[in-house]
């Protein structure tokens, strides 16, 4: 089952602009690192500030590139991938524009209860040596030839905490 998943990472469609988009592969690092740190604990994968942290700080130490860290685009089209599905709230309809994206961030927290992998893939990335293995596959696929950045010592989980308990709401909601 671990072949179908790797053969899957390996072939995931991406746009091919400036060198290949790198936000699904982000996505999934997140979300394997997600699970690792117990943040994600089931197939379920909610759009969780713990999530965003994650996106962000993988997309410093990965993306070299010119391309605009969008967190929506890959949790929205990763469901053209076949381990993916998204799981739309009731009685919404997910907005899209005329080239059948997302619309925007906030179109999809208001229009998207969750994600959903297959249950292998989710067992899977709940192994170590079966986590490890496919995020070598994503980053030697995606970023092989990227050196990645050191990650500063800041921890993104306190700085969130930090700017929630500083700012007022509304400002912290047009940050995210």
Not at 44 to 61: D, G, S
Not at 84 to 97: D, F, L, Q, S
Request: with cysteine; glycine share 4%.
């Amino acid at each position: 089952m671990l072949e179908e998943y790797i053969h899957a990472f390996t072939h995931l469609r991406v746009a091919h602009t400036n060198g290949g988009a790198p936000h699904k592969p982000i996505l999934l690092l997140s979300v394997m690192e997600g699970v690792e740190k117990g943040y994600i604990t089931s197939p379920r994968i909610y759009i969780t500030a713990e999530l965003i942290v994650l996106f962000r700080k993988n997309w410093e130490i990965w993306v070299h590139t010119q391309h605009r860290m969008n967190f929506a685009l890959p949790f929205f089209h990763l469901q053209s991938e076949p381990f993916w599905r998204i799981v739309a709230k009731a009685g919404m309809e997910i907005p899209v524009t005329a080239k059948h994206s997302i619309k925007s961030f906030p179109a999809l927290v208001q229009s998207v209860d969750y994600a959903e992998v297959d249950v292998a893939l989710f067992h899977s990335m709940c192994r170590p040596e079966q986590r490890e293995i496919l995020r070598n596959i994503l980053t030697q696929r995606y970023f092989g030839t990227t050196q990645p950045r050191l990650y500063t010592s800041i921890d993104y989980m306190d700085q969130v905490a930090d700017e929630i308990l500083k700012e007022s709401a509304s400002q912290y909601r047009r940050k995210i």
